[in-house]
């Protein structure tokens, strides 16, 4: 079982669906990553989005991989 857990980021503005296709972060598990997730969107220094110039904002993602299921 590899489960993986990873911070992503979009943009903000509501009027702009920018998603970024790679991911900000790998984590060791998801407590970790949603921790990471909201460090970054409070932090004040926030990447801009490259096609309308808003804030990016974060979120955790966790993709879980079951045992026994093909």
């Known amino acids: 079982m590899s489960n993986r857990y990873k911070v992503r980021a979009y ?9 970024r296709k790679e991911d900000v972060i790998q984590a060791i598990n998801y407590e970790t990553a949603y921790g990471l997730a909201i460090l970054y969107n409070e932090s004040p220094a926030k990447p801009r989005c490259p096609l309308c110039g808003g804030q990016m904002a974060f979120y955790s993602h966790a993709i879980i991989e079951e045992v026994g299921l093909s």
Not at 11 to 19: A, D, H, L
């Open 11 to 19: 943009c903000s503005s509501r009027s702009c669906e920018y998603v």
